[in-house]
């Protein structure tokens, strides 16, 4: 299956400072990518998602970006706040065309007050 | 409403037990699956549910035995488990299977089993 793979396990950031959290993939063939944020004792949480025609999105204080020369992956979350702390996970879709999720290891992201 | 709902949320069970999760969602939505994660992992796709069939089977032992009695539910049946097989489980919703949707998650079932 395809790898989907995380660079730092942990991440530790200022609040108020910009978070960039990233993500390495194996499957050049693959066109949908998803971020999702874990919290403690809840299930993953859509953030936001990529398709490979595109190589950069952005949401309300989050940003993804997709750099499919080197299959990598990005999150950034500007201002960051307590309550981004959470596992963060890239996820990248099954390119048999099925809708099958495979998840990256995850890094926790540590908001510093 | 756009939520996934599962219940229980904790489960203590032991091995020689029958139990089930129960998943439920009102999005209309017509593709439902299970994941199971393990502490610290993260999901793995155990079963794929596509307008109520069985789409994808990730060679689950047959201990878990989904079943899909209509559009909105999803269960887990649960039979002679392993100590091993303790892990939270997931289920998820999208509008539909075969496209590149995203998935909605339900909080998941924490699962022991003794």
């Known amino acids: 299956g395809e790898s989907v793979g995380l660079h730092l396990p942990t991440l530790s950031v200022q609040e108020g400072d910009n978070s960039i959290i990233n993500c390495a993939y194996s499957?050049?063939?693959?066109?949908?990518f998803i971020w999702y944020k874990q919290e403690s004792g809840k299930g993953p949480q859509f953030i936001i998602d990529?398709?490979?025609?595109?190589d950069k999105r952005q949401g309300q204080r989050v940003t993804v970006l997709l750099n499919k020369t080197v299959k990598h992956l990005s999150l950034q979350i500007a201002a960051t706040q307590p309550g981004d702390s959470a596992v963060y996970f890239c996820a990248e879709a099954d390119q048999t065309g099925a809708n099958n999720l495979f998840f990256g290891t995850g890094t926790r992201l540590t908001v510093i007050p | 409403d756009t939520e996934v709902t599962q219940t229980p949320k904790h489960l203590v069970m032991g091995m020689t037990n029958k139990k089930s999760l129960k998943c439920e969602q009102h999005m209309g939505h017509r593709a439902m699956y299970w994941y199971k994660q393990k502490a610290k992992k993260p999901p793995e796709l155990m079963f794929v549910y596509s307008y109520e069939k069985l789409s994808i089977n990730e060679s689950v032992p047959s201990r878990f035995s989904p079943e899909c009695p209509n559009s909105s539910l999803l269960n887990l049946h649960l039979h002679a488990l392993q100590p091993e097989d303790s892990a939270l489980y997931l289920c998820a919703s999208s509008r539909k299977w075969g496209e590149n949707e995203k998935l909605f998650f339900g909080s998941g079932t924490q699962l022991s089993v003794l």
């Open positions: 499957n050049s063939a693959s066109d949908y």
């Open positions: 990529i398709r490979s025609n595109m």
